[in-house]
């Protein structure tokens, strides 16, 4: 059956019908692991890249919770943000499909990410009862089958006064299809309106973006590098 995009509920398209769960991990690890396909990772960043990288670490650390010092990022990829909470003094750890990424740039932190389904970590940390201050799901959420129940298992992770961190998703969707027609040659499973994915700070508690009474913003005068 050939595969289309739908409308749901709150408004994001996606693809149906959904991958299962193991097809979607099996490519994945077969698309960052392939060395005959170029991705992501088969490429190296300019200076002002590696700049702009900085200083989106510098104002996720800025909406942070004061006097946080765990972070747990989801897709860490690279571990940019990794190391720069790190750096902070922060206590980190972050999952993948791979760890392709964090080899190339920050090996060392090697030891502070698991390699593997990302729902199937976070059961086993809910389970664990592990909790963290704050927490990253960049450009993650049109990856994943079913991204508001990956967003109801992250509340879970966080602590009373903890902040989750979603950016990035808007930057690569499409806009509604009334202004401009979804895309399907991509590998992506949802598709959010554009605007309606930014940063996230909760407490404890996930609705859909522009929810009243569950998130906030700071202004960013004063972020530092």
């Known amino acids: 059956m050939a ?26 690890s077969g698309y960052y692991a392939n060395p005959d396909r170029a991705n992501q990772y088969s490429y190296g960043y300019t200076a002002e890249e590696l700049e702009h990288k900085t200083i989106a670490v510098s104002e996720a650390h800025h909406y942070a919770p004061t006097g946080g010092s765990t972070f747990f990022e989801i897709g860490c990829g690279e ?12 206590i980190v750890e972050g ?8 080899q190339k740039y920050h090996p060392e932190l090697r030891k502070c990410m698991v390699v593997g389904d990302v729902f199937d970590v976070i059961d ?21 089958i079913d991204p508001i129940a990956l967003l ?11 902040g989750l961190q979603d950016l990035g998703s808007q930057r690569r969707l499409l806009a509604p299809a009334r202004d401009r027609p979804p895309r399907t040659g991509r590998p ?3 598709a959010v309106p554009t605007g309606s994915s930014q940063l996230l700070l909760g ?8 929810g009243e009474g569950v998130f906030r913003r700071r202004p960013l005068d004063g972020v530092s590098r």
């Open 203 to 210: 407490r404890g508690a996930a609705t859909p973006a522009g």
């Open 152 to 162: 109801e298992q992250l509340t879970a992770l966080l602590k009373p006064r903890g």
């Open 3 to 28: 595969s289309k995009l739908r409308q749901t509920a709150l408004g994001y398209y996606e693809i149906w019908p959904k991958p299962a769960r193991d097809e979607l991990r099996r490519y994945y």
């Open 79 to 90: 571990g940019f943000f990794l190391k720069g909470f790190s750096d902070r003094g922060w």
């Open 124 to 144: 086993e940390k809910v389970e664990r009862g592990r909790k963290y201050d704050f927490i990253a799901c960049n450009n993650v959420l049109e990856h994943v």
């Open 188 to 190: 992506r499973v949802l």
């Open 95 to 102: 999952v993948d499909f791979t760890d392709d990424g964090l």
